[in-house]
């Protein structure tokens, strides 16, 4: 079983300008996940989808983040304009449902100049 | 606020012995927690989970021991090995799936 596939491993941008990652989830795994780790920190929750429905945006930026997960498959994150205090390693993770154990990915490092 | 807690950044422990990692939890309502192991350059992978409904829970090497009353849980890695250095989260997973993660805890196994 492929496992949860993230793009591109590493970006490095100046700040105020834009960028995306992009998430492909397991197979059939309806719950899909992005969260933020800053170095030192245990990951943050983002944002949650329900197939294509999103469950949580509480502590989503919405000024400068937004995600979709259109199809209820892939998902992708965008930053808009970048702050130096983005720079993070940003995790897509997925489950089966809701109340069970999350599967991540190998994660993007973005670094914001 | 921070509602799990991993208050030990780092642990460094003889090869062979045993690997203690704490946790602490904040939220009575909390009842499923899970750890999971960090490698440089890679995403959490899932090692353990425990329900509140029981107050210990092994797999291998690896065993999770919840305390409800003190909010508190803690993984126990006997032996434990070089390849088990790593940093180490615990999570709670409330309702809803969103899970809460603790600040991490790197281990260093030494030979």
């Known amino acids: 079983e492929a496992g949860v596939a993230q793009s591109p491993r590493y970006k490095i941008i100046e700040k105020r300008q834009s960028v995306a990652f992009w998430c492909n989830p397991i197979?059939?795994?309806?719950?899909l996940y992005w969260y933020q780790q800053i170095l030192g920190q245990g990951p943050k929750l983002l944002i949650q989808?329900?197939?294509?429905?999103?469950?949580?945006d509480s502590q989503l930026p919405k000024d400068r983040f937004s995600a979709e997960r259109l199809k209820g498959v892939d998902s992708t994150l965008k930053i808009q304009p970048a702050k130096l205090e983005d720079s993070a390693v940003y995790l897509c993770?997925?489950?089966?449902?809701?109340?069970?154990?999350?599967?991540f990915g190998q994660g993007t490092r973005l670094t914001v100049v | 606020d921070q509602q799990v807690k991993q208050n030990s950044p780092s642990l460094s422990v003889q090869e062979g012995r045993i690997s203690i990692l704490n946790c602490d939890y904040t939220?009575?309502?909390?009842?499923?927690f899970l750890w999971y192991k960090k490698y440089p350059a890679e995403g959490p992978t899932f090692l353990i989970s425990?329900?509140?409904?029981?107050d210990k829970n092994e797999d291998g090497r690896f065993t999770v021991f919840l305390n409800k009353s003190a909010k508190h849980l803690s993984l126990h890695i006997v032996p434990s090995q070089p390849g088990d250095s790593a940093v180490y989260f615990c999570?709670?997973?409330?309702?809803?799936?969103?899970?809460?993660f603790g600040q991490g805890t790197e281990l260093s196994v030494k030979p």
């Open positions: 993770a997925s489950s089966s449902h809701m109340n069970t154990e999350a599967f």
């Open positions: 197979s059939g795994h309806a719950t």
């Open positions: 989808f329900q197939n294509n429905g999103v469950v949580d």
């Open positions: 939220n009575s309502m909390f009842d499923y």
């Open positions: 425990i329900s509140s409904i029981k």
């Open positions: 999570a709670a997973l409330p309702q809803g799936g969103k899970l809460i």
